[in-house]
């Protein structure tokens, strides 16, 4: 079974500082890959999704990577502001197009 | 353009009581729906899904099932509550996958608490 981990639980940043988020699992036969957004007590929103055969994807100031072969899939924010301040959540999909996901990582950005 | 809808937003029901909660899809035909629970302190967990109307598949043996009476209707219900089934319920739709999972869109969520 597909299990994702995300390390840390929580990140602190001040104010322009590139994020970087981790995200693991160990099935490397992973189909896509999706990263959300949650904010306290709302639903997700999609932030992007990365093909299995993508290596990368970027959509505006979010730039998600993905490397199979060792497990591993990274979100960078750049030049974070504290609007960006949320949980963000990993999750890949299995062969029946179904979702695990990660348990988030909090991040905190400080003006 | 595609929106879901959920309601309620919050739900506060004593133990042992019915529950029915309610998600629909706009803007889009046939889609793949998916119900989640979120519980304090724990990951999204995947509940049900279903592919088409009366086509529901479950992933937990639980207290809850699942209904999908029109194609962008669907339905999460129980017959008696359990405390343990507190939590924050989630409705998601997609396109049908073509192998490996399309993009997962989500609606805002049910805040359910038993007493």
């Known amino acids: 079974k597909q299990e994702v981990t995300q390390i840390p639980a929580a990140l602190s940043v001040p104010e322009g500082e590139n994020l970087v988020l981790n995200c693991s699992f160990t099935?490397?036969?992973?189909?896509?890959l999706q990263w959300f957004r949650q904010d306290p007590g709302k639903g997700l929103t999609s932030l992007l999704l990365?093909?299995?055969?993508?290596r990368e994807q970027t959509s505006g100031r979010l730039n998600a990577s993905l490397d199979k072969s060792s497990g591993r899939s990274t979100l960078y924010i750049a030049a974070s502001q504290p609007g960006d301040s949320a949980t963000y959540l990993c999750a890949a999909f299995d062969s029946w197009g179904k979702l695990q996901f990660g348990a988030g990582t909090q991040v905190v950005v400080t003006p | 353009s595609q929106t879901i809808h959920q309601w309620p937003a919050t739900l506060v029901q004593p133990v042992g009581s019915p529950l029915s909660l309610e998600c629909t899809v706009e803007?889009?035909?046939?889609?793949?729906l998916y119900w989640y629970r979120q519980a304090a302190g724990r990951g999204l967990q995947l509940l049900f899904y279903s592919v088409g109307i009366g086509q529901i598949s479950s992933e937990v043996p639980q207290n809850l099932s699942a209904s999908r009476p029109q194609d962008r209707q669907f339905i999460l219900s129980s017959k008696k509550l359990l405390l343990s089934d507190s939590g924050f319920y989630l409705c998601a739709w997609s396109v049908l996958p073509s192998g490996g999972g399309d993009t997962q869109y989500f609606g805002p969520g049910t805040r359910l608490t038993v007493l």
């Open positions: 803007g889009t035909s046939n889609p793949n």
């Open positions: 990365i093909q299995s055969s993508q």
């Open positions: 099935d490397s036969a992973i189909y896509n």
